[in-house]
C-alpha cells in the first residue's frame, strides 16, 4: 500500500502564475517532509522541506504548507518559470527511511 | 552536479551476465542508498549504509548484491536479473542516516535487461 501519494501525474501552468503540486500520506508517524526535483538525466534534487512542527515553510518562489489533520502537503511556486518545468517528488519521512511519491511531472508554459 | 556520481550511466545485460553499478559521494557523508524507479512507480528504497555497515535491506531479491567498501562508495552487485528489474537504479548519500531527509542523488544508472 502506497504512504505517500501524488494523484496528479502531469501538470501544466503558464509562465508566471502560481504552481500548485499536492501530496497525501496515510502514514501519521511521518515527522518530516521534502520536495525534490527532477531534471531528465539527472537524479533528483532536494528543494524544500518542513518539519510536522510546522505548517509552512517559504524559501524564495517555492512554499510547502503542511496540513496534519488531513495528512496533507502542498508545494506551491510562484511566480512560475520555464526552468521549474521538472518532475516533483513529495517524500516523507519516518524511521531514518524516506518514502517517495510516484511525482507530478510539471510543465510550465510560455 | 550534486557530489554524487554514478558508473555506468546506461547498461544493456542479458539475464545470464554479471554487471556491477558503482556509486561514489565526495561530500564526506557517511549514509548511502540504492534506490530503484520503475517506470510510473515512486523511488523504492533497496539497501541502506551507515558507516560502511548495511542498516537495512528492504526485501531485495539476492540477484542484488550490494558492497560497500568504504564510506564514499557503493557498489551493486547484479546476476541473473529478469526483465522486470530494467529501472532507473539511483544512488544517493546523506550526512547520516538520522538526517535522512536531505539526500543528494547521482544521475542514476538506466539498466534494461534483455
Known amino acids: 500500500d502506497q504512504q505517500v501519494k501524488q494523484n496528479s501525474p502531469s501538470l501544466s501552468v503558464q509562465e508566471g502564475r502560481i504552481s500548485i503540486l499536492n501530496c497525501d500520506y496515510t502514514?501519521?508517524?511521518?515527522?518530516?517532509f521534502l520536495w525534490y526535483k527532477k531534471y531528465p538525466a539527472e537524479g533528483p534534487t532536494f528543494l524544500i522541506s518542513?518539519?510536522?512542527?510546522?505548517d509552512k515553510n517559504e524559501d524564495g518562489r517555492f512554499t510547502v504548507f503542511l496540513n496534519k489533520s488531513a495528512k496533507h502537503l502542498s508545494l506551491h511556486i510562484v511566480p512560475s518559470q520555464p526552468g521549474d518545468s521538472a518532475v516533483y517528488f513529495c517524500?516523507?519521512?519516518?524511521?531514518?527511511?524516506?518514502?517517495f511519491g510516484q511525482g507530478t511531472r510539471l510543465t510550465i508554459n510560455p | 552536479e550534486t557530489g554524487v556520481t554514478q558508473t555506468p550511466r546506461h547498461l544493456v545485460m542479458g539475464m545470464t551476465n554479471k554487471k556491477s553499478l558503482k556509486c561514489e559521494q565526495h561530500?564526506?557523508?557517511?549514509?548511502m542508498y540504492w534506490y530503484k524507479q520503475s517506470a510510473k512507480k515512486p523511488l523504492e528504497l533497496m539497501f541502506v549504509?551507515?558507516?560502511?555497515?548495511?542498516?537495512e535491506n528492504n526485501s531485495v531479491p539476492s540477484r542484488f548484491s550490494p558492497e560497500c567498501p568504504n564510506s564514499s562508495h557503493l557498489f551493486l552487485h547484479l546476476h541473473t536479473l529478469q526483465p522486470e528489474d530494467s529501472a532507473l537504479y539511483l544512488c544517493?548519500?546523506?550526512?547520516?542516516?538520522?538526517?535522512?531527509?536531505?539526500?543528494?542523488f547521482g544521475p542514476g544508472t538506466r539498466l534494461t535487461v534483455t
Open positions: 544517493a548519500s546523506s550526512q547520516d542516516i538520522a538526517g535522512a531527509g536531505e539526500q543528494y
Open positions: 518542513i518539519s510536522s512542527i510546522k
Open positions: 561530500l564526506g557523508h557517511n549514509a
Open positions: 549504509y551507515n558507516f560502511k555497515e548495511q542498516t
Open positions: 517524500a516523507a519521512e519516518g524511521a531514518q527511511k524516506l518514502v
Open positions: 502514514n501519521s508517524m511521518f515527522d518530516y
